[in-house]
């Protein structure tokens, strides 16, 4: 059963993170950054140039230290991956491998599926500059290609990091795509709002803002559907009252005073 | 009308990317890379700290050198985003403001649709560490939050910079989320694949694979699972027949050489 063999990790991690060959130690650091912020946690490394762990790779990782350290190095990609039963591949379209070519927001949706039913998911990424070797290539089951500017598409290994686990954080994720973050307050109801209203026609009747009776319906409607627009909070509606009263209040003072 | 107006920057380029005092060369040149990356173009620079341009943009930049020489500076958010008509502001959840907050891909969306009506359109993000004053996040229509593990969400200035070009780019990017490239050959037909399955059980037959008439329809039927779940090409039909004659070619040699 998933997730109850002590010497696996949990899935709950999501899918491995398989560095093939990396370079440079900073590149590890800036990945395990990148696989923190979309809630990964499962790094392996396969033949690091530089010993591994190092002072580069820490120092670069900021706040991601514990990706690093419980980080895995293995001396081959097969080692990386025995355990694992749905395997990606990250690179370019390859010219001639009949093997299936996924975006990012599908291997995503792939991954849920498949972690759904408890099934152990990796995803390798190769070195930096040259990428993966097609004999990695081979042992994926899917390449993942992310469809960027086909003039300018080369990305460092953090951020293709960063872009397939930003859509498999995403392919979960509940945020609404859109809110108004109300904070104390709520949004005005129709009574409150044909109230604000009852009282700014009183005082533009009053100020003459309105040139002809013949004028005013449109520019009513007009200006009711600004604040309309807005979607007011009844706090808003309280400080618009205010500011009516106290521009109606001045322009009466004003004119006592002339 | 769109794009007739010389003295503005074509839509063609996306939305205006728009750093506010960024610290280090180096981000703006990180930054200018992962716009050419979505194809975006139109980079505009607030009082960086350091002159612009400087080596260190230029460096980090390798290859979008064409986005630093087109970028402009400015002395003020105002006068950066003067001609903008739809402004987004990539921060935190603000605690005290109502505003629209949205996610990378609804403001995509609604970027692609903004731009189809020939508005133009922009995006703040604020300097490295501190993010984007409240004076100027007072200045957006909108706000753009990126929802990554709420336990460690922070992401450099390019990283940001390419999560929402990312999902500018996907917003009109028409890639099929799986592909199986098939280079000079086509999948198989149903007689083709027939063809190789009648060849298989002839010599499955001779060979004395089916241990039992009873376990033969099974087992054949699992076996003929295997291969029709692979999707072959006509090309890998062809193989496989190739290796099966030769499988049996073999064996039958093997037994007249005893």
């Known amino acids: 059963m998933a997730g109850t ?65 419980t980080a895995r190095v293995y001396d081959g990609t097969v080692e990386a991956v025995a355990d694992v039963q749905r395997l990606f591949a990250t690179t370019a379209r390859p010219r001639d491998m009949v093997k299936p070519v996924v975006t990012p927001r599908e291997a995503a949706r ?7 039913r408890g099934e152990r998911c990796g995803i390798l990424f190769g070195r930096e500059r040259t990428g993966l070797t097609n004999e990695d290539t081979v042992r994926a089951h899917s390449i993942i290609t992310v469809p960027l500017n086909p003039a300018y598409s080369s990305l460092n290994l953090a951020q293709a990091v960063l872009l397939v686990g930003y859509e498999w954080f995403m392919a979960a994720d509940a945020t609404p795509p859109t809110e108004l973050p109300l904070g104390g307050t709520r949004l005005a109801t129709v009574g409150e709002m044909e109230g604000f209203f009852g009282q700014l026609e009183v005082e533009l009747d009053r100020a003459g803002f309105f040139p002809t009776e013949a004028m005013k319906p449109a520019m009513w409607r007009n200006l009711r559907n600004v604040f309309l627009r807005a979607q007011l909070t009844e706090q808003e509606v309280r400080t618009l009252r205010g500011m009516v009263s106290r521009l109606a209040g001045t322009r009466h003072r004003g004119r006592g005073d002339v």
Chains 1, 2 share one sequence.
Do not use: W
């Not at 899918?15 to 923190?36: D, F, H, S, Y």
């Open 110 to 116: 792939l991954l849920r599926e498949a972690e759904a």
């Open 5 to 69: 063999d002590a010497t696996k990790p949990s899935l709950a991690g999501g899918p491995a993170i398989v560095l093939v060959e990396p370079q440079l130690g900073e590149n590890i650091g800036t990945a395990a950054r990148a696989m923190l912020n979309c809630g990964l946690t499962d790094l392996r490394i396969v033949r690091p140039r530089e010993p591994f762990p190092n002072r580069y790779a820490v120092a670069a990782a900021s706040g991601a230290d514990r990706i690093l350290e």
